[in-house]
């Protein structure tokens, strides 16, 4: 297998193909923590079927309810597992467009500016960039009337000089899950 680094929730790949080291580690705060094959293969499952309880993953890895009910537990404690939410089909919904929206900030302001956009319960992400925009906002709208409200909004901040939105079409692969 190929070294992947995971820093605070994000993965790094290292090399041509997405795979992962047995033993994994990554900096939360001032601690390493160290991510055994066990547990990597204990978040696989869960990443396929978060639903799938304890005892099946106990006995699809041939290993004791307790020590499955541990893994998850100390995973859960350290913020590897973040939380379990389901997979939404966002246009049954009926937020059938989504914007990607390039920000420019005023310097110093950056970060509280972010913050502020990732508040907007229709954005969705919010990146902190390099380029030519300092933030990257992805949002999700049910009409051009509510991403036109939103985009007029965002350009009345006081510490937003522009914006750049752009509109998706088609999408091909949108992947909710981190694949491991």
Known sequence: ????????????????????????????????????????????????????????????????????SKRIKRLEERKVILGYAPILDQEKLGFDITAIIGVKILHGRII????????????????????????MVQARFKTRTDLNAFVKKVLEHEDVEKTYTQVVLNVTKDEKRILL
């Open 112 to 135: 509280e500016t972010e913050k502020m956009l990732s508040r907007d319960p229709a954005v969705f992400a919010v990146y902190d960039s390099t380029g030519d925009w300092d933030a």
């Open 1 to 68: 297998m190929s070294n992947v680094l995971i820093q605070r929730g994000y993965y790094l790949q290292l090399g041509a193909k997405m795979t992962l080291l047995p033993d994994v580690q990554w900096k939360e705060g001032d601690k390493m923590i160290e991510i055994d094959d066990l547990d990597m293969k204990i978040l696989r499952i869960l990443n396929t079927n978060a639903r799938k309880s304890y005892r099946d993953i106990a006995k699809e890895l041939d290993l004791s309810l307790t020590t499955v």
